[in-house]
């Protein structure tokens, strides 16, 4: 599966946009992009996920470039309740998550 | 849906003991994970089931460590003899179906430490 760079962390004002960057320079044309987040002591929560096409669902929004080679996820109005390690994963359909380091986002009011 | 539920949440126990982690995974999922998560290794997988059976131990460390699923409701690992090395927080996950398992569900986690 593709290397994901994603930085180590970011902040965002609460209310504002989250915008997280993941670049997957290796993408493979049969590799999705898959997000996870960790709220601190708990674990992994599936978040979005895509294949080339931008995709929304409650929670965010994903933007993958035409060529593929990055993406960015979007929370729309982050709360107090967003800040998390989010993790940017890239491999098969059917393959096993294998997460890195994530983006550590803080979320300040 | 109760979610997946792992027990116990904490885990104490001196070096060269046994311990045992439970996990009850989402009704209706054929798939289940045990992760393992520590500050200096990340989140790793360890092994995973489909239908009760093991597909993949690559992730298991060595021997001392076992994982079994008897049915579709429960699973263990079990690690003997623990070692101080073993601390860290153990997630078990769970997924409905092999078209749909990168939407893996986890439990709250065991944290477990060996004094």
């Known amino acids: 599966d593709a290397k994901t760079t994603q930085p180590t962390s970011m902040d965002c004002a609460e209310g504002r946009a989250a915008n997280l960057p993941c670049n997957h320079s290796t993408i493979s044309g049969n590799e999705y992009v898959y997000w996870y987040r960790q709220i601190h002591s708990q674990g992994p929560q599936y978040i979005i996920h895509?294949?080339?096409n931008n995709e929304t669902n409650e929670m965010a929004s994903l933007i993958i470039t035409e060529d593929r080679k990055s993406s960015t996820l979007i929370l729309p109005h982050a709360t107090l309740r967003d800040t998390a390690v989010y993790y940017c994963i890239v491999m098969e359909y059917g393959n096993k998550l294998v997460f890195g380091a994530g983006t550590i986002l803080r979320v300040k009011s | 849906d109760a979610g997946v539920i792992q027990s116990p949440r904490h885990e104490v126990t001196e070096m060269g003991q046994e311990v045992t982690l439970r996990c009850k995974p989402i009704s209706g999922h054929d798939y289940l994970f045990w992760y393992r998560q520590t500050m200096m290794r990340g989140l790793e997988l360890l092994i995973y089931?489909?239908?009760?059976?093991?597909?993949?131990d690559s992730g298991m460390p060595e021997d001392r460590f076992s994982a079994k699923m008897p049915n579709a409701s429960f699973s263990t690992l079990k690690i003997q003899p623990s070692e101080p090395r073993d601390s860290a927080v153990y997630f078990c996950?769970?997924?409905?179906?092999?078209?749909?398992?990168?939407?893996?569900?986890f439990g709250p986690g065991t944290r477990l430490t060996v004094t």
């Open positions: 895509g294949l080339k």
């Open positions: 089931f489909n239908n009760n059976v093991p597909i993949d």
């Open positions: 996950a769970s997924s409905p179906d092999r078209l749909n398992n990168y939407e893996q569900y």
